[in-house]
């Protein structure tokens, strides 16, 4: 839009006649705006006293009449109207046309607080010129200028030369005239707000004599002025201004309570002795000029000279004020049409690239035209991304293959996107190696004339959710389950110790076995608290330095009853340093893998503890350095298979075949375990073979001498 504008611009402030100069305008927004027809509606003001009023149409109009008295009420009402018509021609016409729906677009042409014309587009779509508004709007400022100038050209020519009069007719000094003209060719190509601001303070200055000056935008919406530059003040007062450059004044602060409309109208001559200053300038201010630049009517821009001579700005500095104003009107609204361009694309760009959420916008063919960084990580995507052309049905399936679990949903979705380009569209994909399920919603995007141009992928990665939702499901199922059983045998039990007497032998077995699976109930009690505790953060180890002999000795007692039907071969190394650990913990860690040791091995199984120093090469790759204890417990129980290994240190993960669920257990042990040893720094890993048995190991450190 803004080269469009550009163009237009250059078009309007050709030397061309205003005829030309609208047919190449309309013949240049034919195509974008796509209207059938157009016209413009001025009221020139000539050399003779009042106005003249003239129409000028599109090349290749439509035979139908335009309804005069719609142009009259855009003329009235001030403001762009897109609204459906009905066009038709009337029954006296010769030639028959069809009544038709078409859309109409009619925007007045204010400048300097006058209207110069009525600009009209019509349409053969009835709904068409909507997304055109904006545009236009944008192009109503210059149009008017140009009339305008038409119209004083008009004034001029019966004179022979220009007067050097103002559009609000005061006169130009001839100097000040050469200044304005050789200023018109550059304010014309002006794109940035901040070169044009400083463009027109330092002619202002140079023209008045002025010796300090600023420029304040104006924010209608908060009712601030916002400092944009200011020059010639004391250098430690433009120190104070620039270290705040974006500075906001109120226009209480600012002295100009009220004023606002005052300063919409007219330059202001200020004798400052008696008037507040606008600005705080640090120096002995005695006279103030402001200067408002007005776009659509209203002051968008605020000029402020000042000067230490008292009256030092005379009527030859007002005319000149005037007219630099007038002529800045149009590139400042240009200039700050451009900087709203450039700081929404910014902001939008800044939002783009750093929302978590992976990101990509699609042509209409599939093709990714720009992604944000999530979105190349999202899918771990870092070498593909650099591709020249990345086509996502293609190119991303390709790349994703082998961690896609089902490819073939992901290229249906993709194809069903080609297919209905408008609708919205959400799939999950699941991701093996890393696990990762990820969440995509693609939506169709369109052009700023609604035309679908592609698509926009959103792409979350939403594995902790689901894993959530997975640790739910499976705490309340093994809960309840690992509840169940042991209440039902204690229940049962009592009830049969209750109901009549039994034998001596009998009854110690009862109770025996309530004994147990009342045991059973509290490890589960305390399997669960000390997760919640881990989990919090809250478990505090009580270090000292221990012997782990004697751990031992006291973990083959308490095991005793089990390890009547295993062998249980203790390797401990006499030399064993003493370690810093919780002896409970560490004794909680033992106990919890021999314990799977005897779980998970048929009687008569072998189970091997050995404790020594590690042998350096002997610990796994990523092992941090130093002196360490290696315990190791091996087992030629049930093994666990290799997709199991990673996952059984996972909170209430548990192997599931049938022999596993025959033993029971919550899949809690093993986390526990693992959170344990990684609090005394030390590393755990299990080497295993289905079927032939496991090897857990762990690592301890030795304090230093
Ligand atoms: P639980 O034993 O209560 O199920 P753990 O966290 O202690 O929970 O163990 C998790 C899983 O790891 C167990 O369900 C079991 O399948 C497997 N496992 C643990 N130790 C062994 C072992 N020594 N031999 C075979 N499988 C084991």
């Known amino acids: 839009m803004l080269a469009l504008l550009a163009e237009a611009t250059r078009i309007l402030y050709t030397e061309q006649p205003l005829e030309q100069r609208l047919q190449r305008l309309f013949a240049l927004l034919r195509p974008v705006v796509n209207f059938r027809d157009a016209r413009l509606t001025c009221w020139l003001q000539g050399a003779q006293p009042g106005t003249v009023r003239q129409q000028f149409y599109a090349a290749d109009g439509w035979p139908y009449p335009w309804d005069d008295g719609l142009t009259r009420r855009v003329a009235l009402d001030g403001g762009v109207v897109v609204r459906p018509i009905v066009v038709s021609n009337p029954a006296a016409a010769g030639e028959h046309l069809p009544v038709m729906q078409a ?11 006058r209207l110069w014309g009525v600009l009209e587009l019509r349409a053969e779509q009835p709904t068409s010129l909507e997304g055109s508004r904006e545009l236009v709007a944008a192009l109503l400022p210059q149009l008017a200028v140009a009339i305008a100038q038409t119209g004083q050209q008009l004034r001029a020519a019966p004179v022979g030369a220009s007067d050097g009069e103002t559009p609000t007719g005061l006169t130009l000094l001839p100097p000040h005239q050469q200044q304005l003209l050789a200023l018109d060719a550059r304010l ?74 005052e300063c919409d109208h007219a330059p202001l001559l200020r004798d400052v002795t008696h008037e507040p200053l606008l600005l705080p300038t640090g120096m ?111 190119d991303l399936i390709e790349l994703l293959l082998p961690r896609l679990s089902e490819p073939l949903r992901l290229t249906e979705f993709c194809s069903a996107g080609q297919r209905s380009p408008n609708e919205t569209m959400n799939l999950r994909v699941r991701l093996s190696n890393p696990v990762q399920e990820l969440q995509i919603l693609a939506v169709p995007t369109r052009d700023s004339q609604r035309q679908i141009s592609g698509r926009l992928w959103a792409v979350d990665d939403v594995t902790r959710e689901r894993e959530a939702d997975r640790l739910k499901n499976e705490f309340v199922s093994i809960v309840s389950h690992e509840l169940r059983t042991p209440l039902t045998s204690i229940l049962g039990y009592t009830e049969l110790l ?36 881990i989990e919090a953060g809250k478990v505090q180890l009580n270090r000292w330095l221990n012997s782990l002999n004697s751990i031992v000795n006291e973990l083959s007692t308490q095991l005793h009853t089990q390890l009547v039907v ?76 290799p997709d199991d290994l990673s996952r059984i240190w996972e909170r209430f993960y548990r192997v599931d075949n049938t022999n596993t669920r025959r033993i029971g257990g919550t899949g809690l042990g093993l986390s526990i375990t693992k959170a344990l040893v990684e609090l005394h720094e030390g590393q755990i890993w299990v080497e295993s073979e289905l079927g032939r048995g496991s090897s857990f190991y762990f690592t301890l450190p030795v304090p230093g001498a």
Request: proline share 6%.
């Open 188 to 261: 014309e190509e002006m794109l940035a707000l901040p070169e044009l601001l400083s463009l027109l303070l330092r002619q202002a200055l140079s023209a008045t004599g002025a010796e300090a000056g600023a420029v304040l935008l104006v924010d209608h919406a908060v009712g601030e002025l916002l400092l944009q530059i200011a020059e010639g003040f004391p250098p430690e007062h433009w120190h104070g201004l620039t270290a705040t450059r974006r500075q906001r004044l109120s226009w209480d602060a600012a002295g100009l309570t009220g004023r606002a409309d």
């Open 498 to 533: 209750l109901s009549r007497e039994f034998k001596s032998e009998e009854r110690i077995q009862f109770i025996k076995t309530v004994y147990d699976e009342a045991e059973r109930l509290a490890k589960l009690v305390e399997d669960l608290l000390s997760v919640s505790r």
């Open 103 to 113: 859309a109409y677009l009619g925007a007045p042409l204010h400048w300097e607080r």
């Open 566 to 641: 295993h062998r249980l071969l203790l390797d401990i190394a006499p030399d064993l340093p003493p370690v810093y650990i919780d002896r409970d913990k560490i004794k909680q860690v033992i106990f919890n893998i021999l314990n799977n040791a005897i779980k998970y091995s048929p009687k008569g199984g072998e189970i091997a503890l050995e404790m020594a120093l590690a042998p350096p090469l002997r610990l796994p790759a990523n092992h941090p350095p130093g002196r360490w204890i290696r315990v190791a417990i091996r087992d030629q129980g049930l093994g666990i298979a």
């Open 284 to 394: 002995d201010v005695q006279s103030e000029l402001i200067a408002p630049i007005l776009v659509n009517d209203c002051a968008a821009a605020l000029l402020v000279l000042d000067s230490t001579r008292v009256n030092a700005f005379g009527v030859e500095d007002l005319a000149f004020m005037r007219a630099l104003c007038a002529r800045a009107a149009h590139p400042l609204s240009r200039t700050l049409h451009y900087q709203d361009a450039i700081e929404s694309a910014n902001y939008l760009g800044q939002v783009f690239n750093n929302l978590p959420t992976g990101l990509a916008l699609l042509d209409v063919n599939g093709k990714v035209v720009r992604t944000n960084p999530a979105w190349t990580q999202l899918w771990g995507l870092e070498q593909a991304s650099r591709r020249e052309t990345f086509h996502v049905s293609l």
